[in-house]
């Protein structure tokens, strides 16, 4: 199993700005593409940002311009670099990754889809 672990959340004000941090661990693995999502109450859960193993990013049309999506292959690590951070952003932002992975005494990769367990980001006003 592969573990995704959240970290970088917190509160800050609009206008200001916070990086998100998400590390995998676990088994023998290759992620092919990372994402971030967000959900805020009363709101249906929301793509952010993807990055690919090739290193494409897309961005929702709301963070266009303010978010920056990053990886560390080396530390099988991806960021979300958030400025200009408005109330609106506020939300539980989790981190999600597929890929393969190879179980332990296993013959055979298998396909996983892993999600942490989220981070709080509040924007206040």
């Known amino acids: 199993q592969v573990h995704l672990v959240e970290s970088g959340g917190g509160l800050v004000q609009a206008g200001g700005s916070l990086r998100l941090s998400c590390a995998a661990s676990?088994?023998?693995?290759?992620?092919?593409?990372m994402r971030w999502y967000r959900q805020a109450p009363g709101n249906e859960r929301e793509l952010v940002a993807a990055?690919?193993?090739?290193?494409?990013?897309n961005y929702a049309d709301s963070v266009k311009g303010r978010f920056t999506i990053s990886r560390d292959n080396a530390k099988n690590t991806v960021y979300l670099q958030m400025n200009s951070l408005k109330p609106e952003d506020t939300a539980v932002y989790s981190c999600n990754a597929f890929g393969r992975l190879l179980p332990e005494r296993g013959r055979q990769w298998i396909d996983f889809n892993s999600w942490g367990q989220g981070t709080q980001v509040t924007v206040s006003s």
């Open positions: 676990g088994s023998i693995f290759s992620i092919n593409a």
């Open positions: 990055i690919t193993s090739a290193g494409s990013t």
